[in-house]
């Protein structure tokens, strides 16, 4: 026997996502799902791969077990055979027999509740809807219960049936040598039941492709890459089991005037030379409206003036303050008696210097 590489099976990379994993193997088991293959014999064992394959894959203590194996038996020189051969401390069996003795694959009975998966999205924010709070409509792609079966699956409304195959246990024992492993029946797919007559809209599946519009509510202050967390928006249970949760990753939207550090806020205020050498008054724009800024004379460019107070507020009552960064323009043209003043300054400043 050849050790199967239960990656290639799935068709996904060793470094895939259990939630790759999953979508990959729901869209296999669908397709080869004996339902949809009645008398196909090459589709019945390419579902008991799959199948074989998701058993370990769709467990990370399993998959972590299984890629340490396939490691060690690349190292040696052999295959993963190798370690579960007679003798040489082996032990015979398969690699579901190393699980079982483990304690990881006890027989299962019918799959009872199960929650649903969480939904993960990215939601850009508005700069100012970020530091005051505010609630945005966004719309979500995620599975509803099927309509033309209300979520039964059945195309008569009947209820399903004790399944022919597992008899209601949910799981097929399969003998190697001398050991023994089950696994989810893949007549029912570890339910215990069937549907007889299953719903054509969602192929007794009971659930269809959706969207829905949900409202967001921004708290105050909420940061770049936050996450909001709301509870029971995520993907629908199974078999009677809770939602999932939609996972909201908050990317907070740019602004004309503004940059924000955490709390903080800063701008840039342009002045020229006169008024940074005098220093000025100057009205500048805040989260909270306009207010008068003082410039103190002989202020350097790229100095930065502190307003207190003035920044970003969160949810627990922490305020940022709001930082000025001076700019300084310097003209490109200048009159004859601004030319005549600043020769003049120029060199009164060397007399200084030269005292």
Do not use: W
Request: a positive charge; glycine letters at 16%.
């Amino acid at each position: 026997m050849t050790q199967k590489d239960y990656y290639t099976v799935l068709g996904v990379p060793e470094d895939a996502e259990q939630g790759r994993i999953k979508k990959s193997y729901r869209d296999l088991a669908k397709r080869y799902h004996p339902d949809r293959n009645a008398g196909n014999e090459e589709a019945e064992r390419r579902f008991k791969e799959i199948q074989e394959a998701y058993d370990v894959l769709g467990e990370p203590k399993k998959r972590e077990q299984y890629d340490q194996l396939r490691k060690y038996g690349a190292g040696g020189g052999g295959n993963l055979d190798d370690l579960f051969a007679g003798g040489g401390g082996g032990f015979g069996g398969s690699i579901f027999d190393l699980f079982e003795r483990a304690g990881m694959g006890r027989r299962r009975g019918p799959a009872g509740p199960r929650r649903g998966d969480d939904l993960r999205y990215e939601v850009t924010v508005p700069f100012e809807t970020a530091a005051h709070g505010g609630t945005q409509t966004i719309r979500v792609n995620r599975t509803e219960p099927c309509t033309g079966c209300s979520g039964s699956g059945s195309k008569s409304g009947g209820k399903p049936k004790t399944c022919p195959v597992c008899h209601g246990s949910g799981t097929a024992a399969t003998e190697q040598g001398a050991f023994s492993f089950s696994r989810p029946c893949p007549r029912c797919m570890g339910q215990g039941k069937v549907i007889k007559d299953p719903c054509p809209q969602c192929r007794g599946s009971g659930r269809l492709a959706g969207t829905k519009s949900i409202d967001v509510k921004t708290p105050i202050g909420v940061s770049d890459h936050a996450t909001i967390r709301l509870r029971g928006e995520g993907e629908p249970g199974e078999r009677g089991g809770p939602a999932g949760d939609l996972l909201l990753t908050i990317r907070v939207g740019g602004h004309g005037t503004f940059r924000r550090k955490g709390l903080d806020i800063e701008s840039d205020l342009t002045i020229d030379i006169a008024d940074a050498a005098l220093g000025a008054r100057r009205e500048v724009e805040t989260l909270s409206g306009k207010i008068d800024l003082t410039i103190p004379a002989g202020i350097q460019p790229n100095a930065k003036l502190r307003l207190k107070g003035r920044g970003v507020k969160n949810h627990r009552g922490r305020v940022g303050d709001h930082f000025v960064r001076i700019r300084v323009r310097v003209p490109k043209e200048l009159t004859v008696k601004q030319r005549e003043l600043l020769e003049a300054y120029r060199r009164k400043d060397e007399e200084k210097s030269d005292g």
